[in-house]
């Protein structure tokens, strides 16, 4: 956890200030967040993986098991499920705020992640994530970003090629976290090991190296064939696309291979990316089911960005390499946050 002094503070500051500028003049209402929660109340909204990663510690006037906030998504979407914001929808919301994670020293990422965020609840289908996904892309414009790229891709189509392949739910755990993590040959024996077809095994593979413009599409397609399951997320990556202002396009990377790490997404999904910085800078994607958790259903999207790798990667004095400008070095800058760990997602 860091120190910021004076000079970075004050640069950070303002970076977050635009940032909630953006967001507000977009009809995002701020909300704050509570830093402590009880277990009980937020486990719901939490994946195990991240349940592992939480600073926890017992309330000395009742007992009860308390968590330091790991996720502000899942906060939002107990307190709308809740109630406590009434049942207008749908809500703009976005914060500023830092969550909380165990990392083993050495992981090459903070255990304190300072975040600005925004959730939309209550708008389903294209409109939605094309809000969402315009959203953020003006933030990054604002601050002055001059060079990055938003991989966007859709979980289900991933999800539906994996169970296609007739792997067990435990073997398509196993695929997934190596697919995150673009750990080749290990995928590689994983799908060997359970006894994936060659052929289905081959189109996995190619799928996750699938990124780039609209031909990226055309080729999911002649792989997929005309099973629909694997089609729909195809045809709601490209509405996503074709409705995005043209202009704004060549930030746009079509990615098969594109899925978060957390569970409660269930379709688009998006990773910010940009020269120098070995992470992802942030993302989001849609989140439908995860209000459910807490006993109110909404569809729902959003993103978070991290604000400290924002602010290094806008910094004038770093040392950045050149800037993305071709769907390989765009694959290389994914496979290096990749190397990074991409565990710790977006609140």
Do not use: W
Request: glycine share 10%; net charge neutral; proline share 5%.
């Amino acid at each position: 956890m860091s120190t910021i002094l004076p000079d970075a503070a004050r640069r950070i500051r303002r970076l977050e200030e635009t940032l909630l500028a953006v967001l507000t003049s977009g009809g995002y209402d701020e909300i704050i967040l509570p830093m402590f929660e009880y277990f009980d109340v937020l486990s719901p909204g939490l994946e195990p993986e991240l349940i592992e990663k939480c600073y926890q510690l017992v309330d000395r006037t009742t007992g009860r098991l308390m968590l330091l906030r790991p996720d502000a998504t899942a906060q939002i979407a107990r307190t709308v499920a809740m109630g406590m914001m009434g049942d207008r929808l749908p809500l703009r919301l976005c914060y500023r705020t830092s969550v909380f994670r165990y990392e083993r020293e050495h992981a090459g990422r903070d255990r304190e992640i300072f975040q600005v965020g925004a959730e939309l609840i209550g708008v389903d289908g294209v409109a939605g994530d094309v809000e969402v996904l315009t959203l953020l892309l003006e933030c990054l414009n604002q601050v002055g970003l001059s060079s990055f790229k938003v991989a966007v891709g859709h979980v289900g189509f991933f999800t539906a090629l994996l169970v296609r392949s007739g792997l067990s739910p435990e073997g398509q755990k196993r695929v997934e976290l190596a697919a995150a993590r673009k750990d080749m040959p290990l995928l590689e024996e994983l799908l060997v090991r359970d006894g994936v077809p060659k052929p289905t095994a081959q189109v996995i593979l190619e799928v996750l190296e699938l990124c780039g413009g609209p031909e990226v599409l055309a080729r999911g397609r002649k792989l997929v064939g005309r099973d629909r399951t694997l089609l729909a997320p195809l045809d709601r990556l490209a509405q996503v696309y074709e409705r995005l202002d043209p202009t704004r396009r060549s930030s746009v990377l079509l990615d098969l291979g594109e899925f978060r790490g957390f569970e409660y997404y269930d379709g688009i999904v998006f990773d910010v990316f940009a020269p120098g910085i070995g992470a992802e800078l942030g993302g989001g994607g849609r989140y439908d089911h995860l209000m459910g958790r807490f006993g109110r259903t909404a569809a729902s999207t959003g993103f978070a960005l991290d604000v400290d790798r924002v602010f290094r990667a806008i910094d004038p004095s770093a040392e950045l390499v050149p800037p993305a400008s071709t769907e390989s070095e765009a694959r290389r800058l994914k496979r290096t946050a990749a190397s990074a760990g991409r565990q710790g997602r977006r609140a």
